[in-house]
Structures are given as C-alpha cells and as structure tokens.
C-alpha cells in the first residue's frame, strides 16, 4: 500500500513502519485521495490522520475518510492543518476543511506553532529546581505528578480526556507516549523543590513534547525554570531550531515560551472526528 503514495510520503510511511508507527493496513486511497492513519509509538492505537492528501474533490476525500474510520473502527481521531500566521483553513486549505467536514469532524481548537531558533540566548535556569530523569523513577510517582498537572490544566485536549476517560486514564497514555520520545533517558525530568515535585519537562529529538506545573506551585514562575531546562538540554546538542505548540487560550504557557525566546511561527488547527 505505500507504493501508492508518492514520495516523500512514501518513505516517510516505510520509516514510520519500522518505528511500529502506522502499517499498510492503516493507508486508503480513492482517485488522488490518500489517507494514513499514525500512531504516537509501537503498540498504540491510531491517535491522528497522517499524509492526508485530499486531492482536488472534497466530496471523494470526505468519503475515503468516512471508509478509512469505518474500517479502521475507531472512537476518536485528529487532524491538525498548520499554516502560517493569518492564513485560515477555511480560505487557504478549503479542499481539505470541507472534506473534514464532510466526513463528520469539527476544528474544536487552533493552536501557537512556536519556534526556537540557534543564536537566540539561550534560557537561563534559575537553579530553584533540581531534576530528576524520569525513567529513573517509579512509574506511579510520574503519573502521579501527571494527574496532579492535569487538575485545572488550560490545554484543552486535556481538558477533555479527563472529563471522559479519567484523569488516570490521561496520565497513563501521556506517560507512556512521553516515555516513548526519542529524546535521551535523561532528557525527560521531574523538577522538584526539595523534595515536593514541582512539574515536569519532556523534550523528544527536536521539541518541547510536554510541560506542566502542578496546582500548588502554579503562581510561582515554575514553568520558566522547566522550560529553560528544556530548551537548554536541546540547545547543546546544536539544533538549529527547537519546536513547540500550545494552545491558543493556555495563555500562561504560550507567553513562558514567549519570554524564553520562543517565537510564533504558525498556527495550527486541530480537527476531532469521535464515534457517535
């Protein structure tokens, strides 16, 4: 079924098969349509739409969706169309919006694509925190502070999965998609303030994958210290630009990225599909 995509996506697919990411059995075409399904990490269900190519007919897209989630049998998927600033889904990617639309999924929020750039200062870290690799600690002392960081969290995917699954059930698929990244095992660190867990910083091979304060120690400026780290350990391996996103409305995190000399590079719009 790869061969039926053109490249790159064609190698990107075989690549991403080899990481246990997606299969030949998750990929669909129709006419120039063509759809892959991914998942986060070997051994997880399908989470987001990936290398969907809409082609030139929204009506055929939207039916090659509708075929893929029916086959696929899934409760919930995402797509995300990022653009640059200004741009909209509805003008710029209207082909694609209107399959989206026709196969049954809302755009529910619109994101900050931010970027760090090489030769930009670097974060300083106050040095209040100390760090603690996360693989070197017990699994349910970090989901733990996972469940805490979701109590009153602003991102909004968070938002809902604890309101439908369960607080546990988000911290248990957020631990085990963070320990899958492909930063290095100590990459990944609780920050602590004694002997109190403060948050956690997760960078994989090129971004900030996740961030978060727990309810009491939020007002205190902590996100600052966990980001400076986190830009600070991808910074020295020499990448020329690190990546990050956050919610629209989050505004405490999108301005802590702001402040560490992150800038805003794009927005990125993100589409739910669930079964009724």
């Given at each position: 079924m ?9 190698s ?8 246990g990411?997606t299969r ?7 006419g ?38 029916a086959e696929?049998?899934?409760?919930k ?24 639309l ?18 930009s200062?670097?974060?300083v ?6 760090y ?5 600690l ?9 469940v805490?960081?979701?109590e ?12 439908t ?27 602590y303030?004694?002997?109190s867990?403060v ?9 900030i ?41 989050n505004?405490p995190t999108?301005?802590a990225f702001?402040?560490?000399?992150y ?6 719009f ?6 009724v």
């Amino acid at each position: 079924m790869f061969d039926q995509f053109p490249e790159p996506a064609r190698s990107q697919l075989a690549g991403a098969f080899e990481e246990g990411r997606t299969r030949p059995e998750w990929c669909f075409t129709e006419g120039q349509a063509r759809l892959a399904f991914w998942a986060p990490f070997r051994g997880a269900d399908p989470v987001i739409t990936w290398q969907f190519e809409p082609g030139p007919d929204p009506a055929l897209a939207a039916g090659l969706l509708r075929r893929g989630l029916a086959e696929m049998g899934l409760d919930k998927i995402i797509h995300d169309i990022s653009l640059k600033p200004g741009l909209t889904p509805v003008i710029d990617r209207a082909v694609e919006h209107q399959a989206l639309l026709g196969a049954g999924f809302a755009m529910e929020v619109e994101r900050l694509m931010l970027e760090w750039r090489a030769g930009s200062d670097v974060p300083v870290d106050p040095g209040r925190l100390t760090y603690r690799p996360a693989r070197g600690l017990d699994a349910d002392s970090v989901l733990d502070v996972l469940v805490r960081i979701s109590e009153g969290s602003l991102d909004y995917d968070t938002q809902v999965e604890v309101a439908t699954a369960g607080a546990e059930h988000e911290a248990r698929w957020m631990y085990d998609d963070l320990i899958n990244r492909k930063g290095k095992p100590d990459w990944f660190v609780v920050g602590y303030l004694g002997d109190s867990p403060v948050g956690l910083v997760a960078p994989d091979d090129h971004s900030i994958a996740y961030i978060g304060v727990v309810p009491e120690h939020r007002g205190h400026g902590y996100v600052n210290d966990l980001l400076a780290r986190g830009t600070a350990t991808l910074a020295e391996t020499g990448l020329e630009r690190i990546v990050a996103a956050t919610d629209v409305g989050n505004a405490p995190t999108a301005n802590a990225f702001l402040r560490a000399g992150y800038s805003e590079v794009g927005r990125l719009f993100r589409y739910y599909w669930r079964a009724v």
